[in-house]
């Protein structure tokens, strides 16, 4: 399982100070140094007395100070979607008493504008006149209530497990499909620093022999992270590079190979055909693979990204989706709208360009950071 991601911090037990055996004469200066300290402690503007961590108390509150930072990294990434989105419905609902015919309308337009889509639009509005019917909605704070809740439903609504699950023995495969410049070759970078830092094993595979800089982009990556990058010239066959990298991969016991490949239209049926041979050439290699084939989607391209994830889904059977560059959109509402569609989880999401920019998807701190409130 990938839970090593989330690896949790084991707390040893708090040890015990020893206690000096000493007289009564040297304890009772130390009693009033105790008095007095507490007595100073308690004068207004005083600073609270220094608390003596313990290294796993100390490790403890970084890890906790790092989820809270991590978080709040997510919640300002998230700020244009959050500002095109739950932003413009707070302000819609700003002053309002009641629930009209026409704050509902403002508010469709606001959905659909934010890329939740027609579907998901119109069943959240469908769900919003059913309670406003059955007068169970008071006021419009009651209506964002269960916008959110509607949401996060969807967001649920996909039961495939989020994680991704490793093979007993043999590496694990990872396939990496995608339109051009979606993020795929900044992806594998970013996944492979993941594994390598929860202590696995990589090898990268330069699977994009249509452009020579691509070689070169993912040896940079590989450089970045200290990883081996298999390739060959540019113009090779893609499928022979993974015959090869899946042979060194078995020699060295590599833990996780990761497949990047040429960025390429899901509407262009030849290209697509050329996936599905690089994907045989693997299952013919090595039993069972590839394990994931994940297919990366750039947030911004809105609604055209439910046909990519249809077509390439179709071709390749997708089994893992990345969302990138919702740091840079507004139309993070194709989140929502993905999870409504398929039944393909979200294993991450792309916050940014650097490394350490790839979140894994957490789908109720998603929601929490889409309508947390800005300045919080
Ligand atoms: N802001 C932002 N930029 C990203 C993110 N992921 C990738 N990018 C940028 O998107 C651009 C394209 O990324 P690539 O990784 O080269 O995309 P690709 O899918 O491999 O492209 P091709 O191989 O040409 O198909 C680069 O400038 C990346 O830095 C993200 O999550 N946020
Ligand atoms: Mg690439």
New binding site residues.
Partial sequence: MLGWFKKKLKIGKKEEPVAEESSKEEQAPIAVEKIIEKAVEKLPGAKPAEVQETPAQKAASILHEDVGVLFNRLKERLSKTRSSFVSRVDELFLGKKIIDPELLDDLEEILITADLGVGTTQELMDSAREKLKRNELGDPLALKKVLKEKIAGFIHSSDAPAELVMPKEGPFVIMVV?????????????MAHKFVKSGQSVLLVAG?TF?AA?VE?LQIWGKRIGVDVISQQSGADPSAVVFDALEHARKKKTDVVIV?T???LHTKVNLMEELKKIKRVMEKKLAGAPHEVML?I?ATTGQNGISQARLFGEAVDVTGLTL?????TAKGGIVVNICREFNIPIRF?????QMN??RDFDADEFVEALFAENDS
Avoid at 324 to 328: E, S
């Fill in positions: 995608g339109v051009n410049g979606v993020g795929k070759t900044t992806t594998i970078g970013k994009d452009r691509a982009q990047d040429a960025g390429r990366v750039d990138t560059k919702l740091d840079g999401i792309g916050i940014g360009e920019d790839l």
